[in-house]
């Protein structure tokens, strides 16, 4: 371990008690700063989380030319007539979500360079169905030396049929969309809660979108669009993290500014193992304790199971009495931190896309690593509720997606702390 690496330093077997409020969604206010580029008056949004990928996209747009203030919860974005048409290399592979300046960087100055997005190490999730709908709105696609070159004279609204329901081509083509003649139909659109909070925020900018939220959006092109200002839905992982933490724990947790219709399915498959959850307006509660079921869950695009769920939702079927079946349907590489969870005493085997959890298990602390934002989640949630110490690594990944997870976790009475080096 390096001098400066950080880590967590979890004690186990605390119950969670109290009331948590989660943060903006990472998942909305980063591709609502991409949409700010859309416009050259200032753009303020609200509810904004204290992450490094926000950090990140703030670097991304500052190099683009856009100036970004950033106080207490809100960020406000001004990308005035000279911003830049290129998302370099060394900021765009720290967060593949960055590839959502494409759209409307075509839309509105007509030319874009953009690196080819890392992100987290869970596959490939490959762009080509963003390139193919700005391909088929008129620009001229290009590839070389790892970046996206997009150039388009003139966008054209066309209809276009995505082959899956991937959330960033959905955002890209939508925002690309504003800028072309005539009306764009998206079929098989990603339905998202984040994705209707962006149509909101660009409905307030001026825009026309029709069907957000449902599989067919229809974006109007042309409209002259201005500054706004806007609050960021709640982050339903981070709350369903909390949830799942409440019912590992033996806990009881108030979980506030957040929509639980937002996360019904992985609610109810809680209640299915035996999780007491109570759902208010923005607010749930969920009491832990008991034996828990095994159930079987399948991930999908909204409204199913979250993928960015699956590795939480692993650790309380570990507990459960039974054998679940977790199957992976959106990132073929997300299976890749159980060799860590089973080093804590659970007892999963990988078949294909399948995760077979037998549950039953009494966890134990060791050393373990995060190998990507939600398996960092999936770790300290296992630290929470097993027997002795875990420390659990890398948890640089942890930090792009939680606002010092540590630190709230600790006030509903865990015992977890954050060391930096040996």
């Avoid at 696609?141 to 276009?160: F, P, W």
């Avoid at 110490?389 to 942890?398: F, G, K, N, R, S």
Wanted: aromatic share 4%; glycine share 12%; net charge negative.
């Amino acid at each position: 371990m390096s001098a400066g690496e950080e880590r967590f330093v979890i004690v186990g077997g605390k119950p969670l008690r109290g009331e948590v409020r989660v943060c903006g969604a990472k998942n909305s206010v980063l591709k609502l700063m991409a949409a700010s580029l859309l416009t050259p008056e200032e753009c303020v949004i609200h509810n904004v989380p204290h992450i490094t990928d926000v950090e990140i996209m703030a670097e991304v747009l500052r190099h683009l030319g856009a100036e970004v203030g950033w106080e207490d919860d809100t960020i406000r974005v001004r990308a005035g007539e000279f911003a830049g048409r290129e998302a370099p290399y060394h900021l765009v592979r720290r967060m593949r979500a960055s590839i959502v300046v494409l759209g409307p960087l075509v839309a509105r100055f007509g030319e874009a360079k953009v690196a080819i997005p890392g992100g987290c190490n869970i596959g490939s999730r490959k762009i080509d169905m963003h390139l193919r709908g700005l391909a088929e709105m008129g620009a001229e696609i290009s590839t070389e030396h790892g970046y996206v070159y997009a150039r388009a004279s003139r966008l054209r609204g066309r209809h276009i049929v995505l082959d899956f329901p991937s959330v960033g081509a959905t955002e890209n083509l939508m925002m690309a969309a504003l800028g072309a003649e005539g009306t764009t139909v998206i079929e098989n659109a990603a339905r998202e809660p984040e994705i209707q909070d962006l149509a909101a925020f660009l409905v307030s900018m001026g825009a026309e979108i029709g069907g957000a939220g449902t599989p067919v959006l229809e974006v109007e092109g042309g409209a002259e669009l201005r500054g706004t200002e806007h609050t960021v839905i709640g982050d339903r992982i981070e709350a369903g993290t909390f949830a799942v933490a409440a019912a590992v724990t033996g806990g009881d947790l108030t979980i506030t500014g957040v929509r639980p219709e937002h996360l019904a399915l992985p609610l109810e498959k809680m209640r299915a193992a035996g999780v007491e959850v109570q759902e208010g307006e923005d607010d749930l509660r969920v009491r832990g304790g008991g034996d828990y079921r095994a159930v079987d869950v399948a991930t999908l695009p909204f409204p199913g199971f979250p993928t960015d769920m699956q590795p939480q939702i692993m650790v309380l079927l570990s507990l459960a009495c039974g054998t679940s079946v977790v199957t992976e349907n959106v990132f073929e590489s997300r299976f890749m931190f159980v060799d860590e969870l089973n080093r804590m005493g659970c007892d999963i085997t990988i078949e294909g896309h399948h995760a077979i959890v037998r549950g039953g298990r009494k966890l134990s602390g060791t050393e373990v690593c995060a190998t990507d934002l939600r398996a960092g989640a999936a770790l300290v949630l296992a630290g929470l509720a097993a027997e002795g110490e875990t420390q659990v690594l890398d948890i640089h990944h942890i930090d792009r997606g939680y606002q010092r997870l540590e630190e709230k976790l600790s006030k509903l009475g865990a015992e977890i702390r954050r060391v930096t080096g040996d």
